[in-house]
C-alpha cells in the first residue's frame, strides 16, 4: 500500500518483513499495545489477529526459548505481551513500528547472549534502533513548562542546515503525563526529589520545507515547517518536548502549546536496524527525497 505523510489511514497494515523481523504501519489515534484491557484495540492486538501463522509461531518459539534459557520480567514481556514489538509510538503518532519475528531476532537486536538479559541491557539494546520522524511545528511557542530554561532561545528551526539538542527530562504535570527539559548545566539547579533521567537524550533537527500545507485541510497556520527528527535512544515524549522546548510546538500536539489541528503532525517514516554482520537494515514508510 502506497501512503503519502500524515494520510488519513485509519488502518495498520504491513510495510515490510524480513527473516528476523516485521515492519507495520500504525496510523493516528491507535495504541501500541492496549493499557486497559486485552480487548483494547492496539497495534499488538492487530498484528495477533491479522498475522497469526507470524504470531503463533512467535509465542511458539518463545515458549521453546524460555525453557531453555533465564530470561527477565522485562524481556518476557516483549516476548509474550507485545509479540515482539521492538519499538512504541505515542497514540496520536503514526508510522512505522518493527516486530521480531523470532526471541533470537530480538536477542541479536539486543546484542546480549542468552541467559544475560539485564534490565539496563534491554534498555540500551532498544536504544540501538534508530528512528527517523517527520514533524509539522509552528514557531512562536512559550517553551515546555517545568523546564531549565523555560525554552531555548535563538534555535534555528528555519534554516536548512542540521541543529542537534539534548537535555535530561523529569516527569511533569498531573500524574507525570508529561515531561519537562533539563538542559545539562541547569542540573545542579533541579531541587531533590526531582528525578531526572540517567541518561542524557539528543534529537537532530533539519528543516525540510518552510511553508508546508496539509493536503487534507482547507486552512493552514501561517509559518508551518516541515522538519525531520532523528534519534537514536529515545524518550517517552521527546521529540514533542525537545520541538516545543525550542519554541516550535508541533501542530496539533495540545500537551506541549501546539496549534489546534485534526491530528498530532507526528509520523516515523524510517527506521534502521543494527545487525551483528554490520549491515544495517534501513526500512522506509515513503523515500525521503520525495517528501519535499
Known amino acids: 500500500m502506497k ?9 495498520p497494515f504491513v510495510v515490510q518483513e524480513s527473516a528476523d523481523y516485521v515492519f507495520l504501519y500504525k496510523p493516528p489515534f491507535f495504541h ?29 518459539s518463545c515458549l521453546e526459548y524460555s525453557e531453555k534459557n533465564r530470561i527477565s520480567d522485562a524481556l518476557k514481556t ?26 533470537e531476532g530480538i536477542l541479536r537486536f539486543l546484542r546480549i547472549a542468552a541467559g544475560s538479559a539485564l534490565e539496563n541491557g534491554i534498555a540500551r539494546g532498544f536504544g540501538l534502533l534508530s528512528k527517523e520522524y517527520l514533524l509539522v511545528c509552528t514557531p512562536g511557542g512559550n517553551g515546555v513548562r517545568g523546564s531549565k530554561p523555560l525554552v531555548i532561545p ?38 531533590a526529589g526531582k528525578k531526572l533521567s540517567r541518561e542524557l537524550y539528543e534529537t537532530q533537527f533539519e528543516m525540510l520545507e518552510k511553508e508546508w500545507r496539509d493536503r487534507y485541510a482547507g486552512a493552514k497556520p501561517e ?30 500536539d495540545a500537551e506541549y ?36
Request: overall charge positive.
Open 3 to 11: 501512503i503519502v505523510p500524515f494520510s488519513e489511514t485509519a488502518q
Open 32 to 60: 501500541s499495545v492496549s493499557l486497559r484491557s486485552a480487548d483494547e484495540p492496539s497495534l499488538a492486538a492487530w498484528y495477533r489477529e491479522n498475522c497469526l501463522e507470524w504470531a503463533t509461531a512467535f509465542q511458539q
Open 78 to 103: 516483549r516476548l509474550f505481551s507485545e509479540f515482539g514489538m521492538l519499538s512504541r509510538l505515542d497514540y496520536q503518532t503514526s508510522g512505522l513500528v518493527a516486530f521480531a519475528k523470532n526471541p
Open 154 to 191: 535563538g534555535f534555528p528551526f528555519d534554516e536548512l542546515q542540521k541543529t542537534k539538542i539534548s537535555g535530561y527530562f523529569r516527569s511533569w504535570g498531573e500524574k507525570g503525563c508529561r515531561v519537562a527539559c533539563i538542559a545539562p548545566e541547569f542540573v545542579s539547579s533541579v531541587q
Open 223 to 252: 509559518r508551518t515547517i516541515l522538519a525531520k527528527a532523528v534519534i537514536t535512544r529515545g524518550f517517552r515524549h521527546q521529540i514533542r518536548a525537545h520541538s516545543a522546548w525550542t519554541g516550535h510546538p508541533i501542530m496539533g
Open 257 to 292: 502549546g501546539g496549534q489546534p489541528s485534526r491530528r498530532l503532525f507526528l509520523e516515523s517514516f524510517a527506521m534502521t536496524i543494527p545487525s551483528e554482520e554490520g549491515k544495517p537494515q534501513r526500512i522506509e514508510l515513503y523515500p525521503e527525497h520525495e517528501l519535499i
